[in-house]
T-cell receptor, first 115, second 114 residues
Framework: DAGITQSPRYKITETGRQVTLMCHQT?????MFWYRQDLGHGLRLIYY???????DKGEVPDGYVVSRSKTENFPLTLESATRSQTSVYFC??????????????FGPGTRLTVL | TQLLEQSPQFLSIQEGENLTVYCNSS?????LQWYRQEPGEGPVLLVT?????EVKKLKRLTFQFGDARKDSSLHITAAQPGDTGLYLC??????????????FGQGTILTVHP
């Protein structure tokens, strides 16, 4: 089915371990985004990508790495997980519409706990 | 970085009541969106407003964009338990190259009791 999927849905890891969260979309959208959601902070942008091999930092990029070798995939890696990275992570995709704004479509989220 | 302030942060009402959620900023937006999020799911777009003074209706939900494009409101008439969820406003900066980036407000948690 068409859509945007994230895996895993739940992950528990330990401090210092590397973790990769996967995001896959079937719409061939150009733009993809990673957010983290924490109580009281809404959604904060970690990284975004305008196309394959084009990525840039968002509001809270420290401790995260992204890549986008294919249009449909946008993995997010925590190089050395810390407790402060315990959060719910959402991936989103979109196309820019004619007037310059976009409608983002979100995945179901990954709940990450760092012990 | 523009700051979007939503109010109230929490809203607990009885079925049938009306409510309004506000989204304010000192910056001018090129567009503003409202999303709704249910527990365990990602946000889902409800509406996009792009013109100052614009009003859009979606069944019992009315969305308004301020004349100066700095604020927006979401009004729900005769709330139902199915309206329960987290409501998020999100905006695109006016001018420049934003690559479609959105800035989100911190959200309003709405609970509608039967």
């Amino acid at each position: 089915d068409a859509g945007i999927t994230q895996s895993p849905r739940y992950k528990i890891t330990e401090t210092g371990r590397q973790v990769t969260l996967m995001c896959h979309q079937t719409w061939s959208h150009s733009y993809m985004f990673w957010y983290r959601q924490d109580l009281g902070h809404g959604l904060r942008l970690i990284y975004y990508s305008a196309a394959a091999d084009i990525t840039d930092k968002g509001e809270v990029p420290d401790g995260y790495v992204v890549s986008r070798s294919k249009t449909e995939n946008f993995p997010l890696t925590l190089e050395s997980a810390t407790r402060s990275q315990t959060s719910v992570y959402f991936c989103a995709s979109s196309e820019i519409l004619a007037r310059g704004y976009n409608e983002q479509f979100f995945g179901p989220g990954t709940r990450l706990t760092v012990l | 970085t523009q700051l979007l302030e939503q109010s109230p942060q929490f809203l607990s009402i009885q079925e049938g009541e009306n409510l309004t959620v506000y989204c304010n900023s000192s910056s001018v937006f090129s567009s503003l969106q409202w999303y709704r999020q249910e527990p365990g799911e990602g946000p889902v777009l409800l509406v996009t407003v792009v013109t100052g003074g614009e009003v859009k209706k979606l069944k019992r939900l009315t969305f308004q964009f301020g004349d100066a494009r700095k604020d927006s409101s979401l009004h729900i008439t005769a709330a139902q338990p199915g309206d329960t969820g987290l409501y998020l406003c999100a905006a695109t900066n006016a001018g420049g190259t934003s690559y479609g980036k959105l800035t989100f407000g911190q959200g309003t948690i709405l609970t509608v009791h039967p």
